[in-house]
């Protein structure tokens, strides 16, 4: 009711000011931020939503400068992807202006039953309808938790491939709202896993109900946020994982030494430097990734000692209304030659891949990847209502279109499981032209048409963003 009487009151006072006389001169030079009201929020505490604004109640400052940090903070509320929707008025009365923020909530609940099946398609499956290759459980991801941005995931699932974990995450555990923390949980039972890479394709072995590998993690994340920006990564956990005789046997390098289990520490530290309008699909503003990682301190043989720094640079121009441009750089430095074939992540894994190469696996102690493209609004960011009986979090759909040209390069360097997989230790290139469809709940479904180095083509499906 406040809210609504407040709107009301604003809105005679505008009209009796528009009426005033023309011999009040008012200083605009600069003005004061009265009040600010914000409506939509039925889950989400105001604190938060106060937390992304770049301005606050009681400022004086130009209407220039006021204009700037209602479109910084309308980015923020945006990125912190708790609202399908955000909008923020100002409405001028003398020298005094009061600022309306309207936003529409995501919805945050989705528990989602899970049943997969392991054969190559379902109807593979369907002939022999054999549940002891099917997964089956729950997954639980509950956003904004109590209305403080908390975030609740929990996984359950049962059958051929196994996982069960629990993930805490607490963005503000003081008042200042700029410390945070996350805790982790994780164990992974595997009956298929792959054991090699041979002409840069995962090879992968089964043996029944047998158990291959096994998995136990578990961390805790502490998260400082400096500003709207910048955020600091302390991370201390463990892993230990073990894998079947059978496996080791294939595979002598699997783990560090020869050996069937690994077992380690984990620390590493990142900083980020996020200025994107839009972290989902961005258009203008860089991101800026360094992460340091040191993974077992050598002690014992099943002790590894792996040390790597990735450093992630992003660029995004918004050329004019329809125009944008961008690029990216992400490179992975080891601190040794000596990696276990478990731990030789590089190039085919979340995202990273020059583009057209999607089939393929390029594993190896170093990498370098420079991705570009330029794209056209084929389509503006719009909204439609659909007319059926749903809460707003699902009526209201925002989408938009563009077409983009690209221009993928990377190299990875592998010295010592490069022998039969010829994509290692030499530069990948690749061009092409694709489609992006940006919607809600940060869904980009993507098609590209790639042409690789090799001479080889195809078309590609993606959900996330190019760069």
């Given at each position: 009711?406040?809210?609504?009487?407040?709107?009301?009151?604003?809105?005679?006072a505008?009209?009796?000011?528009?009426?005033?006389?023309?011999?009040?001169?008012?200083?605009?030079?600069?003005?004061?931020?009265?009040?600010?009201?914000?409506?939509?929020?039925?889950?989400?505490r105001?604190s938060?939503?106060?937390?992304?604004?770049?301005?606050?109640?009681?400022?004086?400052?130009?209407?220039?400068?006021?204009?700037?940090?209602?479109?910084?903070?309308?980015?923020?509320?945006?990125?912190?992807?708790?609202?399908?929707?955000?909008?923020?008025?100002?409405?001028l009365?003398?020298?005094?202006?009061?600022?309306?923020?309207?936003v529409?909530?995501?919805?945050?609940?989705f528990?989602?039953?899970?049943?997969?099946?392991?054969?190559?398609?379902?109807?593979?499956?369907?002939?022999?309808?054999?549940l002891?290759?099917?997964?089956?459980?729950?997954?639980?991801?509950?956003?904004?938790?109590?209305?403080?941005?908390?975030?609740?995931?929990?996984?359950?699932?049962y059958?051929?491939?196994?996982?069960?974990?629990?993930?805490?995450?607490i963005?503000?555990?003081?008042?200042?709202?700029?410390?945070?923390?996350?805790?982790?949980?994780?164990?992974?039972?595997?009956?298929?896993?792959?054991y090699?890479?041979?002409?840069?394709k995962?090879?992968?072995?089964?043996?029944?109900?047998?158990?291959?590998?096994?998995?136990?993690?578990?961390?805790v994340?502490?998260?400082?946020?400096?500003?709207?920006?910048?955020t600091y990564?302390f991370?201390?956990?463990?892993?230990?994982?073990?894998i079947?005789?059978?496996?080791?046997s294939?595979?002598?390098?699997?783990?560090?030494?020869?050996?069937?289990?690994?077992?380690y520490?984990?620390i590493?530290?990142?900083?980020?430097?996020?200025?994107?309008?839009?972290?989902n699909?961005?258009?203008?503003?860089?991101?800026?990734?360094?992460?340091?990682?040191?993974?077992?301190?050598?002690?014992?043989?099943?002790?590894?000692?792996?040390?790597?720094i990735?450093?992630?640079?992003?660029?995004?121009?918004?050329?004019?209304?329809?125009?944008?441009t961008?690029?990216?750089f992400?490179?992975?430095?080891?601190?040794?030659?000596?990696?276990?074939y478990?731990?030789?992540?590089?190039?085919?894994?979340?995202?990273?891949?020059?583009?057209?190469?999607?089939p393929?696996?390029?594993n190896?102690?170093?990498?370098?990847?420079?991705?570009?493209?330029?794209?056209?609004?084929?389509?503006?960011?719009?909204?439609?209502?659909?007319?059926?009986?749903?809460p707003?979090?699902?009526?209201?759909?925002?989408?938009?279109?563009?077409?983009?040209?690209?221009?993928?390069?990377?190299?990875v360097?592998?010295?010592?499981?490069?022998?039969?997989?010829?994509?290692?230790?030499?530069?990948?290139?690749?061009?092409?032209?694709?489609?992006?469809?940006v919607?809600?709940?940060?869904?980009?479904?993507r098609?590209?048409?790639?042409i690789?180095?090799?001479?080889?083509?195809?078309?590609?499906?993606?959900?996330?963003?190019?760069?």
């Amino acid at each position: 009711m406040f809210k609504r009487a407040l709107l009301i009151n604003l809105f005679f006072a505008f009209c009796f000011s528009s009426f005033a006389s023309d011999s009040l001169q008012v200083d605009t030079s600069t003005i004061y931020v009265r009040q600010i009201v914000v409506t939509g929020n039925k889950v989400t505490r105001y604190s938060v939503i106060q937390r992304e604004l770049a301005f606050s109640q009681g400022q004086t400052m130009k209407v220039a400068e006021l204009d700037e940090k209602i479109t910084k903070s309308r980015e923020n509320l945006l990125n912190i992807s708790l609202f399908n929707f955000v909008n923020i008025n100002k409405q001028l009365i003398g020298n005094d202006v009061y600022v309306i923020i309207d936003v529409v909530e995501r919805w945050y609940i989705f528990p989602v039953p899970i049943f997969e099946v392991v054969d190559r398609n379902f109807w593979e499956w369907w002939r022999d309808k054999n549940l002891k290759k099917a997964n089956y459980g729950f997954y639980l991801n509950w956003e904004n938790f109590r209305g403080r941005r908390e975030n609740v995931k929990l996984l359950l699932r049962y059958g051929y491939s196994q996982r069960q974990g629990f993930m805490y995450s607490i963005p503000s555990i003081d008042k200042s709202q700029n410390n945070g923390l996350v805790f982790t949980a994780l164990q992974t039972r595997m009956r298929e896993i792959p054991y090699k890479l041979e002409n840069n394709k995962l090879v992968y072995f089964e043996n029944g109900s047998e158990f291959l590998r096994k998995e136990y993690i578990a961390n805790v994340r502490f998260i400082h946020r400096q500003g709207f920006n910048k955020t600091y990564t302390f991370t201390g956990g463990y892993q230990y994982n073990i894998i079947s005789d059978t496996v080791l046997s294939l595979n002598r390098d699997y783990f560090v030494s020869g050996h069937k289990y690994e077992s380690y520490p984990v620390i590493s530290f990142e900083y980020k430097d996020d200025a994107r309008d839009i972290k989902n699909y961005p258009l203008k503003g860089y991101f800026l990734s360094l992460e340091f990682t040191k993974c077992g301190f050598g002690i014992s043989d099943n002790d590894p000692s792996i040390t790597y720094i990735i450093a992630h640079f992003k660029k995004f121009w918004k050329l004019n209304n329809t125009w944008a441009t961008a690029f990216s750089f992400k490179g992975k430095l080891s601190g040794n030659n000596e990696v276990p074939y478990y731990n030789q992540i590089a190039l085919g894994y979340r995202g990273d891949l020059v583009r057209g190469y999607d089939p393929y696996v390029i594993n190896g102690e170093n990498f370098a990847l420079f991705k570009s493209g330029i794209k056209y609004a084929i389509i503006q960011p719009k909204s439609f209502n659909v007319p059926v009986g749903l809460p707003q979090s699902f009526t209201r759909i925002p989408y938009a279109l563009y077409a983009n040209l690209f221009f993928d390069t990377g190299y990875v360097r592998d010295k010592r499981f490069y022998q039969n997989n010829p994509l290692s230790n030499k530069w990948l290139y690749s061009y092409g032209a694709g489609l992006d469809f940006v919607t809600y709940y940060d869904l980009v479904l993507r098609g590209e048409f790639a042409i690789t180095g090799n001479g080889k083509s195809g078309i590609f499906l993606h959900l996330t963003a190019p760069i």
